[in-house]
């Protein structure tokens, strides 16, 4: 396999340079891409935040970080490489110092490494400042390179649609569409990229994928964690803003668009934008039997949390899709957190069988086909199917068939954001979320907030449970169930 | 589950007591069965041979083929209680003392049993006595007890159409056709078996299992062994002959059959003879290029084969069925002794997909999805998929999904003979070949051996192959390769 030239030379310039997800994911991340020489060497990194650092007390804060945090640890001269091209720039973005300063270090680095202009400019702050920031860079004329530019923006991405349509609109007052890089990591997880080569590289599965052979489809991001320190964040945002309208309906599209034309950016996005825009959107009188908002216990006594909060830690959807190909086959979806588990998986449960040769003794055991996508942990497929039982009677049991990402292709697999920094370093946004899907997906969670603002409080569930009792007769109301998460 | 009501008491007549299969398969069986309380402890064995033996002697000669060969030592209790109706009747089938005193002690054994005239009568002698032995029975007045009676008939059934159809007329002066048990072992073995429950109770399947999704299918009965102390009987039987008219048809049935409207032995054998029907006759042209015959070296110093036979110790066929199903679906089918390896496996090869969205560069290794069932040894169900690479390029590559019998069901499965003996005394012949069915099969094979009675010598092959050249150029021809089968 040929294998895709290094990305050209640039800067990136990180804003929150002084927060969690900076030291967590994407200083590791550039370095390991360096490391590995999947990125020139001359790719030179600039942090900038309020938080006043010098070059190198940003240089130690950051070697602690990856050392703690990266997959790969750092050698002596890794990080020396990496840290010779790395350096800060403090300042206040509604300030007018630090554009000026910015601009000049940036020159000064084109001019030492041969960056050539080319520019990531990362957005890794409180989503209020993403508008501002965006405007600013081009007012402060810093897209003025020659080179490329490209905007990475982290989620949430707006709060609802309108607020999500503002920002688009913000933001493409200094960059065009094919400059916007909106992230959702998920997309850059090996399993959930591997949901588009498992669907179109298979022709076995695609004839089956439909109304004809498929009984319903369940998609559960679950975390087992509570809302640790971040819950003045999370009482603003509740679970359906923070995993349902991106993580989840970002694994409902992959799951169920019509094949792409091609591996490209556009052809992806296209399909999943129309399968979204067939998302039924809730009528105010379908949200009483399509939504399940949970809460869990001892929510409200979280740092930072309302005791009175009626934010939801739990939601639960069905959703339905008005396409030929999914006419009336109901999509639930369910994200919480302090389930009784951290697992996400896909499970497309298929129909029984059309007419049953066995006796109905023989086959007590006898469920319908479920291939089962897990993305994390133990990434993997599974598929059950109805084998004999060895012996003399025909009895027939449900059994899998297993194949494990890791026992076939090792552990240490690159991390999502390693991915994603360097298909934006390439200008290949197909893992990126253009700004038409960002809008359907809040349009399908817009009348679900509209409705839990009229009232009403989410049910409370305790800990390894999976949600309210509510998300359980969100199912058994249609006669079926969740499936129990693997988590072996 | 409710388990089937153990069989009526009755009495199993094996003639050929003395030979290979009665002391390696039959009574080990029996005393399996009984020790299992699968048949009733009432159940009576009488053996009967040319060879003198008292009943002790039998008895005692018994015991130790059934230490040496059962998967279940025997233990006092349970050889007491086997052997105290276990005897032998020696005697000439064409004289005139064995049929009485057969007779009469079957009469006994109904007095003190209680099993009321109801008889097993198994013909485990050599092909040439099945039909006098059948008839002699009758016109010995055995069959007039008041009890049931059925007749099972080992392979080979007949050495052609011509004689099998004899044959079928000859064992019909005494039996009826739901009288008689024609074995293949093949069928009583689990995975056989579970062909039908793989195909019939799983919904997915189905939708694929046609010209539209598969490409062809390959069966191969493979033995590492060569004709060891059976030269002179192999040397006027084959391959096609040995395995390929029974073992082979009967996978491709199973395969190929369409769903029967129940479980029920007609309903069952009446689809597997409607696909042997469209298995397309080789017209005497084709069988140049649909037929390879192989021997393998060494076989003409085998003890009693003929220095320059020219008997087939390898065949391997190219079969079309012609109907709505499996129109322009080659079945590639081959059986051979000495080659790399004993296994048995179908696999069903699918078309690749029908439009490619991945670089060229990144497909090298994509193939096509292939369904393998391994009936041995390590009896399981494994499908091929195309998978992405972890990385950050989109490279696919092909791995497996597994399922292994043994590993959720344990080993010790039981043998073939039991399933197919507890069945016979059933009066269940699902596993059992029909007249028309063994008719059908020889109606394939017998363009066949008309071709190679003109002439022509079998290709040579050495050990540690896979059949003659030959082989491998029926598939090559059609752009095709023959799978290397899984010998973990």
Redesign the interface.
Known sequence: ????PQPDPCVVVIFGASGDLTSRKLLPALHNLQHDD?ISSSTAVVGSARTHYTDDEFRAEMKTAVEEHSRIAPTKTSWDRFSKDLSYVPGDITGNELWPALKEKLEEIDAASGTSGNRVWYLATAPAFFGPIAEQIGKAGLLDTGGWHRLVIEKPFGTDLASARDLNATVSTSFSEDQIFRIDHYLGK?TV??L???R?????F???WNR??VDHVQITVAEDIGVEDRGAFYEDTGALRDVGQNHLMQLLALIGME??V??DADAIRNEKVQVLKAVRRFAQEDCEHCVVRGQYDGYRDEKGVDPRSSTETFVALNLAIDNWRWAGVPFYVRTGKKLAGKVTEVAIH??????L???K????Q?E??VLMIRVQPNEG???T????????????TT?????D?ES??GSG??EAY??LL??CMNGDATLFTRADEIEEAWGIVDPVLEYWRKGGVPGRYGPDSWGPAAADELMTRDGRGWRAPNLR
């Open positions: 396999m040929e294998l895709r999947l090996e990229q591997n588009l080569v498992f179109f590289a298979n022709a076995i695609e004839p089956i004809r052979y094949p792409p091609s591996w298929f129909q029984g069988v059309p007419h040769l066995f006796a003794t023989a086959v007590e006898l319908p086909n497929i599974s598929l199917f109805g084998t004999k039982v060895p012996g003399p009677e025909v009895e027939v059994v899998n068939m297993e194949f990402y076939d292709f697999t690159p390693e991915r360097m298909d």
